[in-house]
């Protein structure tokens, strides 16, 4: 566990602080409970679905169908809800995780077996779920609400902090130990740096590879689940906002894109820092365009720093 | 001849795919294949085609460009200011905007070259940015495009629409002698074995600073001639475009792991694309479904290329 | 010139003159490949200075070193396999920019290629697409296009026939009679023998001597390259009788068209050799053993247990007990960027019966192949190739596979850990372990095997034991010719 504690795991952290420290020089608010509350609220569904997109990152592949897997398991579970069947109405988050799942087995079987580039073949299964979700909702904004779990899961509080966050860190603190503590996680990153000599020492890679998708579809599963709660319905494109930043928290916590190395931690951190950046900006009152340069720009410094340290060290 | 079709098959199949799908189109479009259908399914055509060109000069170094729409939604701000007035403001204009788009280019090279980052990251972050400019400068969609230019490139030459005259000047003037330049096989060079590149004295930083150059000057002809067809400015477009950009250059045989496929099949895959697209329109499929049969023509597109290694017998050879 | 935790070369005085043929002699890893890197613009010198025509130079890129003439045949190819022939040769012409690429010069690279009996090679055939031989002819016809003053050849003609071979050692004397300067490293004895005019020795990073074609013999040349004798680099042989216990056993292996119907026994005791030219079954032989090939006929049996084994998961569990050493330890044998501890765990880790985290199975191992390394916890790219070999070796014996099958283990690994690997693996097979060894090095097939199946296309041509087992025999059955006509190739 400590080796997954790298600098580069620690700089969002530290971006974190800085953020908090400068932008409460601006605004006092910043440092009240509710503010820092409500951003560890809303960061957690960033950070659930930057939680699969790191598992599949690790292994060295990507996931582009994050936002309509997103978007279906919303759908489908306030569809569920929506239906008025008690019964219905209590699988709804179940059905809503193993829908993730099995869109993320489709993804494996491309990947592991067809041997197609995870970039393209998630991106085909992408449009095939949003040719699903149009043909089922017709085009409008799906009809269907929330269960009081949903809501509950999305939006309440336990000791003071907010129940999507514990959620989220449970589940990453429980991945970070299945990722160190168990064979899987060895192999996933055995893969990540070198498929082939992964598979030559006996390892079953395409196992592995199924696995990890199929734990990122659930990812993003819960995360749309958890979103459709926060806003007490599901919509059309509510996904796609989520796809770039997805993969900016997991670079930015230090996982390199390229596959093997990095960890959850450092995830945690990056899905910290871009919800709090993207909420101080707005705070701040700048205007969209500004937002996105000073975003582009905040995250091309992180990267910057983490080559440069290395150069300093190689 | 044997040894083009064998080395160039999957161009090859691209082609036809293509002709077959353009003889269903204008055999199932209402009013067949008349100057004005065969002019608006250009000008759809070339508009992600230009996309896809950007996006495959990225892709044969064996890199990927998340900004190519950004670039586009940026030069198509650009444009939205400088492409009124006199005649020769219009021409100089027109220059700015593609110099704006290899600008954007050559930023994202010079991180990706100097920075030693993966271009798929930088790309994300820059695309980003580029947005933000193109904010800018048009925070809502405004501005106009001289209509008569607008006409001029967006209808027809004696029967034959504009945007294909510019796409075969676009392969036939450009890429077939780039094709032949040092600069040229460079890129493939570098994207098939970078060792075998370095060692035959190619200078591998500059050939990829010139890549992401391409592609961004590609992505800014694209912009430039989203503006002629519409007319206007909007900030609101990259989302679309990049990732299509990227299903196109695939379907056109190009393969991401770099140093395969041509200009030509980035084009022609950008072609089929948005020809299922119309075909889908005209089919008679309910319009509600029409979006899960495109997905589901793009996945079967791209498993049946890859079905080739289900019949490796060497079960190694999967993992290159 | 530093590599990790070695020194690939160590404070070498080296000199090559106009008009000669130098040829560059030492084992793997005796750091030649590392001159020519230097020499070619690919590494640069961390101390030390070369001259060209008698001023500094610095070769800081593989354009500044053409830019001298100084023009290397790599024995890892330059060509880019993605491009045809033509396009290869047009990037590699000289004058060669990012503009416009004349043709000029391909005309002499067709010359020739004409002329080394690569006629039949299509100028708009892609490289992936040619065979190994042909690809040599393409990278000698490209760097004699260049119109070097110092050629190197570093083992250009090692897939070639000897009558080709014959012909590019003509067109090389001819470019050396124009003054040329050529580089010339070989494993071939008799490919010395023919072009050399002046030969140097290096061993273990250092220059060891210089001298004049014929002033030594090759037992004599031999002990300079090893710095011992070859009878001294082998465990003795014990010999097994035809009783001994079968443990691997092979029938009718037959694949795709390209192995044909092998028939391999090995008793306990026993180390089974697998020679050849590259590329003519052997390596698909084995791989198929492991599980790796699909639609493999044939029946297996280890210990008398007949298995059928569909992949290298299936391998390696106990009841199968099979051990593979690819080839390639960098890119199929090791993680590089992972840490020696977790590299050596990686097959142990899907073996219910074992305790992969647990240091003592491979403690053993280790300590008898005497791992030279700063931490467990390092990269294993920190570790010189044959170090890493070890690692490679000690991952699988932590299973304590009943049947050991390498692919050429000991290429590119100094001599010392040769013989290390050679006392392990004698012992292995002394205490029941079936071992195939393919390999390149005919010497290993000879003093360490005691059974050596030559295969040529697809198939077994000559099975050697007992006082068979000779250089000259192996030759000749590896190009399928009788003994006696060696000679006349060479």
Not at chain 2, 141 to 153: E, M
Not at chain 2, 171 to 179: E, H, I, M, Q, S
Not at chain 2, 238 to 264: D, K, P, Q
Not at chain 3, 388 to 397: E, F, G, S
Request: proline share 3%.
């Amino acid at each position: 566990m400590l080796r997954s504690l790298s600098v580069d795991s620690l700089m969002p952290y530290a971006g974190v602080v800085l953020l908090i420290l400068g932008g409460s020089f601006f605004f006092p608010q910043v440092l009240s409970a509710d503010y820092l509350s409500q951003q560890l609220q809303i960061a957690a569904f960033l950070g659930l679905l930057a939680t699969g997109a790191t598992i599949v990152i690790l292994l060295g592949h990507i996931d582009l169908s994050v936002p309509w897997v997103l978007t279906g398991a919303a759908i489908l579970s306030t569809a569920l809800v929506g239906s008025g069947n008690p019964v219905l109405s209590a699988l709804a988050v179940p059905a809503a995780l193993a829908f993730g799942a099995l869109i993320g087995v489709i993804n494996g079987l491309g990947v592991a077996i067809l041997r197609i580039p995870s970039m393209v073949w998630t991106l085909a299964v992408n449009s095939m779920l949003l040719g699903l979700a149009v043909l089922n909702t017709g085009g409008f904004n799906p009809k269907g609400e929330s269960s009081p779990l949903m809501i509950a899961m999305a939006s309440g509080d336990l000791l003071g902090l907010p129940v999507s966050f514990l959620i989220w860190i449970a589940l990453s603190a429980a991945l970070a130990w299945f990722l160190t503590r168990t064979p899987f996680g060895r192999y996933l990153r055995s893969i990540g740096f070198n498929e082939k000599a992964t598979f030559l020492s006996g390892v079953s890679t395409p196992s592995v590879v199924f696995a990890a998708f199929a734990i990122a579809g659930m990812c993003s599963a819960l995360g749309g689940v958890m979103l459709a709660g926060y806003a007490n319905q599901a919509y059309q494109s509510m996904g796609d906002p989520f796809l770039l930043p997805t993969i900016a928290a997991v670079v930015i916590g230090g996982t390199s894109i390229l596959g093997g190395r990095g960890g959850l931690f450092g995830t945690v951190g990056g899905a910290l820092f871009i919800t709090l950046l993207t909420s101080i900006l707005s705070v701040m009152q700048i205007d969209d365009a500004w937002r996105n340069i000073i975003f582009g720009t905040i995250i091309l410094i992180m990267l910057l720093f983490q080559t440069l340290r290395k150069g300093a060290v190689a | 001849m044997a040894d083009y079709m064998k080395s160039n098959r999957r161009e090859v199949i691209a082609g036809v795919v293509l002709v077959a799908l353009l003889a269903t189109y204008l055999g199932t479009h209402p009013r067949g294949a008349s100057t004005y259908v065969m002019t608006i399914w250009a000008n759809q055509c070339l508009i992600l085609g230009l996309a896809a060109c950007a996006q495959f000069f990225a892709v044969v170094v064996r890199g990927i460009d998340l900004s190519v729409g950004a670039v586009m939604a940026l030069t198509n701000c650009v444009a939205s200011y400088l492409l009124d007035g006199s005649a020769a403001g219009i021409a100089s204009g027109m220059v700015a905007v593609v110099i704006v788009g290899a600008l954007c280019g050559l930023l994202n090279g010079l991180i990706i070259v100097f920075g030693r980052i993966q271009p798929i990251v930088v790309t994300l972050a820059t695309a980003s940015v580029f947005v933000g400019l193109a904010l800018l400068l048009r925070p809502t969609p405004g501005g106009a495009v001289n209509y008569d230019l607008a006409d001029a490139v967006t209808l027809d030459v004696l029967g034959i629409p504009t945007a294909l005259v510019i796409t075969l000047v676009i392969v036939a003037g450009f890429w077939l002698p780039f094709r032949r330049t040092g600069l040229g096989l460079g890129l493939y060079a570098l994207g098939s074995s970078e060792q075998a590149a370095f060692q035959s004295g190619i200078n591998t930083r500059f050939i990829r600073l010139a890549a992401f150059t391409l592609a961004g000057l590609f992505g800014g002809l694209a912009g430039l001639f989203y503006s002629f067809v519409t007319t206007t400015g909007d900030a609101g477009i990259a989302a679309g475009f990049t990732l299509n950009s990227i299903a196109a250059v695939v379907l056109g045989g190009v393969l991401l792991r770099g140093g395969v496929g041509s200009l030509i099949g980035a084009l022609a895959g950008a072609f089929i694309l948005k020809t299922i697209a119309s075909l889908m329109f005209f089919s008679g499929i309910p319009s509600l479904a029409q979006p899960l049969f495109e997905g589901l023509i793009l996945a079967a597109a791209i498993a049946i290329g890859g079905a080739d290694v289900l019949r490796a017998r060497n079960k190694l050879e999967v993992f290159s | 010139m530093h590599f990790g935790a070695t020194r690939a070369l160590d404070g070498v005085d080296f000199q090559c003159n106009a008009g000669e043929v130098h040829a560059v002699l030492g084992e793997n890893g005796a750091g030649k490949s590392t001159l020519m890197k230097l020499i070619a613009g690919v590494l640069q010198p961390t101390h030390g200075q070369l001259r060209v025509d008698g001023r500094d130079v610095l070769l800081n890129s593989p354009r500044a070193a053409l830019n001298h003439g100084l023009v290397c045949m790599f024995q890892e190819l330059s060509l880019v396999p993605d491009l045809t022939v033509r396009e290869n040769l047009l990037l590699g012409s000289p004058g060669a920019g990012i503009g416009w690429l004349s043709g000029d010069s391909l005309a002499r690279a067709q010359d020739v290629l004409a002329r080394i009996d690569g006629a039949q090679i299509r100028m708009g055939a892609r490289v992936s697409d040619l065979t190994l031989p042909q690809r040599q002819q393409v990278e000698i016809a490209k760097a004699i296009m260049k119109r070097p003053r110092l050629l190197i050849l570093d083992e250009a003609t090692s897939a070639l026939s000897a009558s080709v071979v014959e012909r590019v050692f003509g067109l090389v004397r001819e470019e050396r009679d124009n003054g040329i300067a050529i580089l010339f490293i070989s494993h071939r004895f008799h490919e010395i023998e023919a072009l050399a005019d002046r030969v140097s020795v290096f061993r273990n990073g250092r220059r060891v001597e210089t001298f004049m074609k014929g002033a030594y013999d090759y037992k004599e040349i031999i002990n300079m390259m090893v710095g011992q004798k070859i009878e001294e680099l082998f465990p003795a042989k014990i010999p097994v009788g035809s009783d001994a216990e079968v443990v691997l056993d092979v029938r009718n292996f037959s694949w795709d068209g390209r192995v044909r119907d092998i028939d391999l026994t090995v008793r306990r005791g026993q180390i089974v050799g697998l020679g050849g030219l590259d590329g003519q079954g052997q390596g698909a032989f084995l791989m198929g053993l492991f599980g790796l090939l699909r639609k493999a006929e044939g029946t297996t049996a280890i210990g008398g247990a007949s298995t059928d084994i569909n992949s290298p998961k299936q391998a390696k569990q106990q009841e199968v007990g099979l051990a593979y050493i690819p080839e390639d330890r960098k890119t199929e044998g090791l993680i590089l960027d992972q840490s020696i501890r977790e590299n050596l765990a990686l097959a142990a880790l899907g073996r219910p019966d074992l305790d992969a985290g647990d240091g003592a199975l491979y403690a053993s191992s280790l300590e008898q192949l005497a791992l030279r390394h700063g931490g467990l916890d390092l990269p294993v790219s920190s570790l010189s190739g044959g170090n890493q070999q070890k690692v490679v070796l000690a991952k699988w014996l932590a299973l304590k596979p009943r049947c050991l099958l390498l692919a050429d283990p000991t290429r590119g690994i100094d001599v010392k850990t040769k013989t290390q690997i050679y006392a392990m693996l004698r012992q292995l097979a002394d205490q029941g372990t079936a071992i195939v060894l393919l390999s390149t090095d005919y010497e290993e097939l000879i003093q360490l095997c005691d059974e050596t199946h030559v295969f040529f296309d697809g198939e077994i041509i000559a099975s050697l034991n007992g006082d068979d087992l000779t250089p000259e025999n192996i030759i000749a059955a590896a190009l399928n010719v009788a003994p006696e006509s060696r000679a006349a190739h060479g």
